[in-house]
C-alpha cells in the first residue's frame, strides 16, 4: 500500500533552520506531484508548498515565500521541505501528500490522494 513517512521535525529557536524529509513507497513517484501541508493548534490545515511531477514547477503559500523550498529527489522517491528563517508562527504538525497528475509542470493546492502522518515543528521565540 501507499506510504508516506515523514522525518525531520522537531524543536527549533526563532530564526533556524529545519530540513523536513518524506520517504514514499507503494506508488510510482515520478508520476505524482507532492506538496507539504501544515497544521497550527486550533486552527484549519493549510497549503505550504506543492512541486510538479517533473521537479520544475514550484508553488508556495506567500507566507513562506523567499524562506521554503520544496525539492523531490526520484531517485530516492524522496520530497524534502527546506525551512529557514523560522518564525513562531510556523509551529504546526507538518504534512506531505502525494496527488496523482496528469501533466509533468503542474503543481496543486488541493485534492491530495495520500497523506503521511505529520512530523512536528516547534520555533520557540
Known amino acids: 500500500q501507499v506510504q508516506l513517512v515523514e522525518s525531520g521535525g522537531g524543536l527549533v529557536q526563532a530564526g533556524g533552520s529545519l530540513r523536513l524529509s518524506c520517504a514514499a513507497s507503494?506508488?510510482?513517484?515520478?508520476?505524482?506531484?507532492m506538496g507539504w501541508f501544515r497544521q497550527a493548534p486550533g486552527k484549519e490545515r493549510e497549503f505550504v508548498a506543492s512541486?510538479?511531477?517533473?521537479?520544475?514547477?514550484?508553488d508556495y503559500v506567500d507566507s513562506v515565500k523567499g524562506r521554503f523550498t520544496i525539492s523531490r529527489d526520484s531517485a530516492k522517491n524522496t520530497v524534502y521541505l527546506q525551512m529557514n528563517s523560522l518564525k513562531p508562527e510556523d509551529t504546526a504538525i507538518y504534512y506531505c501528500?502525494?496527488?496523482?497528475?496528469?501533466?509533468?509542470?503542474?503543481?496543486?493546492?488541493?485534492?491530495?490522494?495520500?497523506w503521511g502522518q505529520g512530523t512536528q515543528v516547534t520555533v520557540s521565540s
Open positions: 507503494g506508488l510510482s513517484f515520478s508520476s505524482y506531484a
Open positions: 501528500a502525494a496527488k496523482r497528475g496528469i501533466a509533468a509542470y503542474i503543481t496543486y493546492r488541493i485534492n491530495y490522494d495520500y
Open positions: 512541486i510538479s511531477k517533473s521537479g520544475s514547477i514550484t
